[in-house]
């Protein structure tokens, strides 16, 4: 497994992750609210 493989591939799972936790966080809030 290379290392500057990896972390180049490693930013490109990042980036999806990133739009699903504001999901997640949202909804957490909204049901805090309630």
């Known amino acids: 497994m ?3 493989d ?3 591939n ?3 799972a990042i980036s ?3 739009a699903p ?3 997640g966080p949202v909804i957490l809030r ?3 609210v309630r």
């Open 21 to 23: 936790l504001p999901g």
């Open 10 to 12: 490693r930013p490109c």
């Open 30 to 32: 909204i049901n805090s």
């Open 16 to 18: 999806p992750p990133p």
């Open 2 to 4: 290379g290392a500057g």
């Open 6 to 8: 990896g972390e180049k």
